[in-house]
C-alpha cells in the first residue's frame, strides 16, 4: 500500500518547493501537466512539507495515491496511447 500524499501545484511555484522535504529530488524531476502549467510533488503521510504548512504555497489539490492515479491517467497529464505509438514510429 502506498504511504504518499501528492499535491498538484502550479508551475509557477517550483521555485519555492524544498525538495529535501519531500519524495522528488528537483524541479528537474517533477511530473508536469501537458501544458506546463502544473505539476506534482509526494510525501509521506502523517508530515506536511513546512512550505505548505506555513502558506508559502497552496496545493491546487491534495491527493492519495490511488485519486494522484486516476489525475495521470486524463488527458492533462498524460498523451493518448495512440499519439505515443505514432511518435515512435
Given at each position: 500500500m502506498n504511504k504518499k500524499t501528492y499535491a498538484i501545484l502550479k508551475l509557477a511555484d517550483i521555485g519555492l518547493?524544498?525538495?529535501?522535504?519531500?519524495a522528488q529530488s528537483s524541479a528537474s524531476t517533477v511530473r508536469k501537466s501537458l501544458d506546463n502549467s502544473q505539476f506534482v510533488i509526494k510525501w509521506q503521510d502523517g508530515y506536511e512539507p513546512?512550505?505548505?504548512s506555513d502558506g508559502k504555497?497552496?496545493?491546487?489539490?491534495?491527493?492519495?495515491?490511488?485519486?494522484?492515479?486516476?489525475?495521470?491517467?486524463t488527458s492533462d497529464w498524460s498523451e493518448p496511447l495512440e499519439e505515443k505509438v505514432e511518435a515512435k514510429k
Open positions: 518547493i524544498d525538495f529535501s522535504q519531500v513546512t512550505f505548505i504555497v497552496t496545493p491546487l489539490q491534495v491527493l492519495s495515491h490511488s485519486e494522484c492515479l486516476e489525475l495521470m491517467a
